[in-house]
């Protein structure tokens, strides 16, 4: 027995269901990674940007100091288990462009330590600053 041409089909076939099903999984599982990479790019760029505020203040109020002494100074910051260690050195060595020795200049460097997600971190900024700058 054959089937009259004007039959019309109804319905989809247990695998085209299966296949559709097949395809919008792989989709909706990219798109879930895409989202979650997302996310883990945000929370880093968030906590960088906090390190490197943190970082940027501690170096400019070194810099703001009437008068620089030698030496190492530890501080934490509350609530964020980040170490921060100051130090300022006085340079002997450094000469001008025309050869003289700058005398009282001195480097100021600020390192950041924080443990996140079990790994240890470090970064750190440095300038330079004339002992006199504020003086009057």
Do not use: C
């Amino acid at each position: 027995m054959t089937r009259p041409a004007h039959t019309v089909r109804r319905g989809f076939l247990l695998l085209e269901m299966v296949l559709a099903l097949a395809v919008f999984g792989i989709a909706a599982t990219g798109f879930a990674v895409a989202l979650h990479r997302m996310a883990a790019l945000a929370a880093l760029a968030q906590s960088e940007l906090r390190i490197t505020r943190i970082l940027d203040s501690a170096l400019h109020e070194t810099l703001s100091l009437p008068s620089l002494v030698e030496g190492v100074t530890h501080a934490k910051v509350a609530e964020t288990g980040i170490v921060l260690d100051t130090q300022i050195a006085l340079l002997d060595t450094m000469e001008n462009q025309d050869g003289q020795m700058l005398q009282g200049m001195y480097r100021i460097t600020v390192s950041a330590k924080w443990l996140e997600n079990t790994t240890r971190h470090e970064r750190s900024v440095e300038t330079w600053r004339y002992a006199n700058m504020y003086l009057p």
